[in-house]
């Protein structure tokens, strides 16, 4: 097991209200590992580190970690990020994660090698506003669509505010967690995604896998490169514009409508914003926001706004920003998950 998560370990309201460069999100795949023997010899290989630390040396990430099995990598790579200095953008990554956390305190485990179980460390450069900390789970999510779009020629698009879905259902949920530090606020944000889970192994109806799917690739080591990759491309570009999720940092939007297909480019230049919202299933969807409280807010989802909510315009024309903080289920109107 991992070590655990320190007391000092948050998840704040407001983070959950929430990826030598190019500024591409889809950079050319040299970086991408080929596919080894191992890889293909089963449903179930492991994951390749040596491969992987290959992708991560080529976008200058930081440290790897693995491990054969754990609790959580989000709590593993948070108490690490607690306890000493790290270099930005190191990973924790495991083969079968027992104790995965979701939104609201839920939890989950999959059959070990059966998914993807991963996490990032950020911690911003001097001048990062600190209000863009709360689009790093989105930023990730987009990142994810986009590697299961071009690498897997899966159509997968993102549902507010942190769940990556295709054919109707949900292949990979993210949560990013606050870490406070002696050198100020860091974020980790994890990933799990189903790769090659069976209809009886999955956790919930609303839920798929990959392989059930018919992805073109369930090579786990070929799609976690293609994410990290992704990750770090979209990061840096986040970056340099200081964390300001409607400055243009020269990100090429996804294609009006690629959610329905494998996702080909549109080469205007956008801000996060724009690319995140280019990625989203939800909008202009009816949708039944269910709070907290027991009370159902119902309209059409219209827009995503400059904080990372979403807009919803009742059917009196009455418009209302949704904290994902403030949601505890988002659905579809007519009854379907996304």
């Known amino acids: 097991m991992g070590p655990s998560a320190p007391a000092h370990v948050a998840q704040g309201r407001w983070l959950d209200s929430l990826e030598g460069m190019s500024n591409e999100p889809n950079p050319p795949p040299a970086a991408t590992p080929a596919r080894s023997d191992a890889a293909t010899a089963g449903r179930r290989a492991p994951v390749e580190a040596a491969a992987l630390r290959r992708v991560m040396d080529d976008a200058r990430m930081g440290e790897l970690f693995t491990s054969e099995r754990t609790g959580s990598t989000n709590d593993d790579l948070a108490a690490r990020a607690a306890s000493s200095a790290m270099a930005n ?18 939890s989950w485990q999959a059959p070990a090698r059966s998914s993807l179980a991963v996490s990032i460390y950020f911690r911003p450069s001097a001048g990062f506003d600190q209000s863009g900390l709360a689009w790093l789970s989105m930023l990730c ?13 899966l159509a997968a698009g993102l549902k507010w505010p942190n769940d990556v879905v295709a054919g109707g259902k949900k292949i990979c949920g993210l949560l990013a967690q606050l870490v406070m530090t002696d050198a100020g606020p860091v974020v980790v944000v994890g990933a799990g995604l189903n790769v090659s889970l069976s209809a009886a192994e999955l956790p919930v109806p609303t839920a798929s896998s990959l392989e059930l799917l018919d992805a073109q690739v369930l090579d786990r080591t070929l799609l976690l490169g293609g994410y990290l990759r ?41 801000t996060l914003r724009e690319l995140v919202r ?4 939800t909008i202009g969807h009816q949708v039944d926001a269910h709070l907290p409280n027991g009370s159902v807010l119902s309209g059409t989802a219209v827009d995503l706004d400059a904080e990372g ?7 009196d024309g009455t418009l209302h920003n949704v904290l994902a903080g403030d949601v505890y289920h988002l659905r579809r109107s007519d009854g379907s998950y996304a």
């Not at 999510?141 to 020629?153: C, E, G, K, N, P």
């Not at 909510?309 to 059917?315: C, N």
């Open 230 to 270: 992704r990750v770090a491309h979209l990061f840096r570009a986040f970056e340099r514009v200081g964390g300001n999720a409607s400055a243009h940092a020269g990100y090429a939007l996804e294609a009006a409508g690629a959610d329905h297909g494998t996702g080909q480019e549109d080469e205007t230049a956008g």
């Open 278 to 281: 280019s990625v989203m299933v």
């Open 141 to 153: 999510a987009t990142a994810m669509v986009q590697t299961l779009r071009h690498d897997a020629s």
């Open 89 to 106: 953008l190191s990973v924790e990554s495991t083969e079968e994660q027992v104790q995965g956390h979701g939104r609201l305190g839920r």
């Open 309 to 315: 909510s979403l807009t919803v315009r009742e059917p």
